[in-house]
């Protein structure tokens, strides 16, 4: 199970981090991937972390103002959100899984989802 926290209303250049955290004293995962959904778009791909080693990846439009980082002894992954834009605004969700790439949607298991509303 994936809980996330944070998530908020902010202005634009404001900064907020997220934080997705994983029960179970078993977790494992191959990846954690950040996603978010605005109104009448499609899911798409922010941010993701290798649960091993150092590789991350970023979408292009937050590539710069976005760190996603973990903490594998809490089994927990932040998003780290800078110089924050109206066009940020959306829900987003953390992933785990067994992706084929750390930017694909094929995640295994789902966050709640948590609201990031930016205002200009």
């Known amino acids: 199970q994936l809980v996330q926290s944070g998530g908020g209303l902010v202005q634009a250049g404001d900064s907020l981090t997220l934080s997705c955290a994983a029960s179970?004293?078993?977790?494992?995962?191959?990846?954690m991937g950040w996603f978010r959904q605005a109104p009448g778009k499609e899911r798409e791909f922010v941010a993701a972390i290798r649960w091993s080693g150092s590789a991350t990846d970023y979408s292009d439009s937050v590539k710069g103002r976005f760190t996603v980082s973990r903490d594998n002894a809490k089994n927990t992954v932040y998003l780290q959100m800078n110089s924050l834009k109206p066009e940020d605004t959306a829900v987003y969700y953390c992933?785990?899984?067994?992706?084929?790439?750390?930017?694909?949607?094929?995640?295994?298991?789902w966050g709640q989802g948590t609201q990031v509303t930016v205002s200009s």
């Open positions: 179970g004293q078993s977790f494992s995962t191959y990846a």
């Open positions: 992933a785990s899984g067994w992706p084929p790439n750390m930017n694909s949607n094929a995640y295994d298991y």
